[in-house]
């Protein structure tokens, strides 16, 4: 039976709290986002992201990611619908909304955290999936099997916002190129402007195009989301398209 809850009152029914220790420090409402060390977009980013092109991402796929592809590629198979991803899914709360808006589509939400999935409430609908996986060999497993996307969805992911951590932000990783192998559409949203610009500009190197902009959320999409908003941060989302 699908769920006849709204969405402001399946919001409120998570418990909103986000366990992981905070890598940023949002004493009060007044705090900016984030405290880093960068005043700009880091001045390596293009490097970064042109030696990765050049010498592309390998690290053995780990068995619970390669398990969650199988499940992914089998349950593919059996319903042939356009795929979507919701890579960082935490509680996967933003895979359902997903799943609710877009009902001839498989939706897929990634995570590594078990802890986060298992407070997962779910809704009536059937079209998605939650996946414990490592998201960066999960792309590359798709990739591989060239299997191409809808639509990917990255909701805030960890900003890592220190100059000496850019390696480890989305953009910064080795794996970011398979990134414009998968195709189709793609959002990211953050509350570090400068996170956005970097991803924007790193996107534009693997060819996705688009745009960063501020945006008010209609209602929150992630948990993350609804923290940063209520806190009074700026949210900010690139949206784009793989051209390639
Ligand atoms: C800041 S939280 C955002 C969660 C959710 N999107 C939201 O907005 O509420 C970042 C999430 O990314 C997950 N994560 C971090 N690195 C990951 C990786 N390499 N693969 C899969 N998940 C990862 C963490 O477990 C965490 O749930």
Redesign the pocket.
């Known amino acids: 039976m699908r769920s006849v809850l709204t969405r402001q009152a399946r919001v409120a029914g998570y418990d909103g709290k986000v366990t ?1 220790s905070p890598q940023t420090n949002q004493p009060d409402l007044t705090a900016p986002a984030l405290t880093t060390d960068q005043l700009g977009p880091h001045p390596d980013l293009k490097e970064i992201v042109q030696h990765h092109e050049r010498h592309p991402w390998r690290k053995p796929c780990p068995a619970h990611t390669r398990a969650a592809f199988e499940q992914l590629f089998d349950r593919l198979q059996r319903e042939q619908r356009p795929l979507i991803l919701d ?5 996967g ?2 895979t359902a909304l997903i799943a609710e808006a877009h009902p001839d589509a498989l939706v897929v939400g ?4 078990a802890h ?1 999935l298992a407070k997962h409430q779910a809704t009536g609908a059937r079209n998605y999936l939650l996946l414990r ?4 060999p999960l792309w590359s497993c798709l990739a591989e099997a060239d299997i191409t996307l809808q639509s990917h969805w990255l ?4 900003p890592w916002p220190k100059a000496a951590q850019i390696k480890k932000r989305v953009h910064g990783h080795g794996a970011f190129p398979v990134l414009s192998r998968l195709g189709g559409a793609l959002e990211l949203r953050t509350n570090w402007d400068i996170f956005a610009q970097e991803f924007c500009q790193a996107a534009a190197l693997i060819g996705i195009n688009g745009e960063t902009e501020s945006f008010i959320p209609n209602s929150p999409m ?4 609804r923290k940063y908003w209520d806190r009074g941060h700026t949210l900010w989302r690139f949206r784009g398209k793989c051209v390639n």
């Open positions: 992981v890579s960082f899914c935490g509680t709360m933003s990634i995570d590594q955290s986060r996986a490592e998201a960066e909701l805030y992911p960890n992630t948990l993350f989301e």
